[in-house]
């Protein structure tokens, strides 16, 4: 059920999912990211509570609401995100996630926009092509699933050229790992993406 990221000229996207352990590979964790109609670039991640068969399709469901309203709408990230809680709380009452959603508006000249809204998940991380880094702690409100009536808050970093990384990330174990970064930014040129 991991989907496949979307091919952009001037953007790198990159994921890495690994399962906290052996006897967890079913599970609500999920991540995504696709092209809107308007051109901007929604990323987003989450994790549904539960390690179970339940906790993997309330996920599929999920992800499948957020990208018909995030598609159909056109909104700004919390409003999505407040539309996305409203539905899981009337078709999954028990069910509670956490989720980022963003969007990344990123012309190849700059400057590239990150707007966003999370719902109870980690921080997106921030890092500058200069290497300046940051938590974007704004933006941040309850699990999905607590209380579908409470505003959700946006979140925004704007940089004057391509963001060299906003790691979107999930931790399901407390066991320290070192995970290569994932990178969003401008694409290497052919030749260095060839391995050459």
Known sequence: MLPL???????????????SSTTAQVGGDWYDSFVVPNGDTALVI?????????????????RSMLRGIAIDRQEPPETVLRRLDMANHSLYREATATCVYGLVKCPAAGPWEL????????PPLLT????????????????????????RARGEARTPGPLDRTP??????RT????????LGPAPPAHRRAGT
């Open 5 to 19: 990221l979307p091919d952009i000229a001037h953007l790198q996207l990159a994921a890495r999912y690994a399962a």
């Open 115 to 122: 707007a966003f809204s999370s719902a109870g998940h980690l």
């Open 176 to 183: 320290p790992r070192r995970v290569p970064r994932p990178r």
């Open 46 to 62: 989450g994790d549904v509570s539960g390690h179970n068969l339940d906790a993997a399709i309330a996920m599929s469901q999920l």
């Open 128 to 151: 500058t092509a200069g290497g300046d880094t940051r938590y974007l702690e704004e933006g941040a409100g309850l699990l999905l699933g607590m209380d579908p009536d409470m505003p």
């Open 168 to 173: 979107l990330h999930r931790r399901s174990d």
